[in-house]
């Protein structure tokens, strides 16, 4: 099993949609991640968050520690939000090592 | 804005050779991570490096892989003689103050690596 589970594997939505991306996680963490892995390749940071809930424009990511899962939530989504949705956990004790789930792809359409 | 540098961006060497795959991270960061992807499968942890040591290495990085920061600048990652397996793209990645104490993560655009 791993320790890291992304819902769904694959997304397709209509630009304009409210998208949901989920992540379940097995292990005791000190903080979660969601990269973007763009289409080329390249990674970037999204959010890191350790409780409750951030926003950045129009992606909200929030966490439940007690559940141990956390959602990416994208407002109004756009074509050039597609791209794959990656979650990380790092581990409780002073770890640098993250542990990635296997990623959402989300395709937007116009 | 800064940024990491990957070089250079596709590498394809024969199998048995020795790689170096070159980054040069965010100038103020002090902590250095790489990272795989074997294509189709999720982003692995190999190792990172702090204060010019290895602080933390997964499974993966056995004695064929090293990594050094020859200079005030490049973080280097070297599989001494590379197996097909080794094909995958390797990220480079940067923290100010490491990702254990809450500074965020600069990725490069990665290297791919192809073994023949």
């Known amino acids: 099993k791993n320790e890291v589970e992304q819902s769904p594997q694959n997304l397709t939505a209509q630009e304009g949609e409210f998208i949901t991306i989920n992540c379940s996680y097995s292990v005791g963490i000190s903080a979660l991640h969601w990269l973007q892995q763009h289409p080329g390749g390249g990674i970037v940071s999204l959010f890191m968050l350790s409780s409750g809930k951030k926003k950045h424009g129009r992606l909200i990511a929030t966490i439940n520690i007690q559940e141990k899962h956390s959602s990416l939530h994208i407002t109004a989504s756009h074509p050039r939000d597609s791209a794959v949705y990656i979650c990380?956990?790092?581990?409780?004790?002073?770890?640098?090592?993250?542990?990635f789930g296997t990623g959402t792809r989300l395709q937007v359409f116009p | 804005e800064p940024e990491v540098t990957q070089t250079p961006s596709h590498q394809v060497t024969q199998m048995g050779q020795e790689v170096i795959l070159r980054c040069v991270p965010i100038?103020?960061?002090?902590?250095f991570y790489w990272y795989r992807q074997i294509l189709g499968q999720k982003v692995e942890f190999l190792v990172s490096f702090y204060n010019n040591e290895i602080s933390e290495k997964s499974e993966i990085f056995d004695d064929q892989f090293s990594v050094e920061r020859p200079d005030g600048s490049n973080f280097t990652l070297k599989i001494r003689s590379t197996k097909l397996e080794d094909s995958a793209m390797y990220f480079c990645?940067?923290?100010?103050?490491?990702?254990?104490?809450?500074?965020?993560?600069?990725f490069g655009n990665g290297t791919r690596l192809t073994v023949t």
């Open positions: 990645a940067s923290s100010e103050q490491g990702i254990s104490r809450g500074s965020p993560l600069h």
């Open positions: 990380a956990v790092l581990g409780s004790y002073n770890t640098d090592k993250l542990i």
């Open positions: 100038s103020n960061h002090l902590y």
